[in-house]
């Protein structure tokens, strides 16, 4: 299974949008993510969003972008900010024929499932950007072996697109 991990774009501060969506710049980051991952050649079988909505338009952007139906992602509380990374996992692991996922999500949890997914026992310190992406590579589900085959900054992941 492709474990794909983003972090949600820069929100609009509360005092501007008590939902915290993302702003200008954070929709702006994640289209051109978007735009780099279609370029990359990478395709989603699902993607899972936090209930939050800036994950929420996270998702929808890089599933536009990539050509994937905004209507089939997934919002599930197993993603949220502060769920416990065997949670998530869990969730993935009851994906059926999903080879290829994306998880739009929030610090820490995503950097906490990426470290769960890599590493036992000791954290595996993965420092994800608002807008960056990585891949997992995992054989199956749960797994402390899997094998990171890239994290792209939002810097880089823009050249791409560009």
Not at 23 to 36: K, L, S
Not at 51 to 73: D, H, L, M, Y
Request: proline share 7%.
């Amino acid at each position: 299974m492709e474990i794909y991990l983003m972090q949600h774009g820069p929100a609009l501060p509360k005092d501007q949008d008590p939902e915290e969506g993302l702003g200008p710049e954070g929709q702006d980051r994640i289209h051109a993510g978007g735009q780099a991952l279609k370029k990359m050649g990478v395709t989603f079988d699902m993607i899972l969003s936090s209930p939050k909505k800036r994950s929420k338009q996270t998702a929808a952007i890089v599933a536009e972008e990539v050509g994937f139906p905004v209507e089939k992602i997934i919002e599930t509380t197993k993603v949220k900010a502060m769920a416990p990374p065997e949670e998530t996992v869990q969730a993935l692991s009851e994906l059926s024929g999903a080879e290829r996922v994306l998880i739009a999500g929030h610090l820490p949890s995503v950097a906490e499932v990426a470290s769960f997914l890599l590493t036992e026992g000791l954290k595996a310190a993965v420092q994800f950007e608002m807008g960056g992406c990585c891949l997992i590579d995992v054989d199956e589900l749960p797994t402390h072996s899997g094998c990171l085959r890239w994290y792209l900054t939002p810097a880089q992941l823009k050249l791409i697109a560009s």
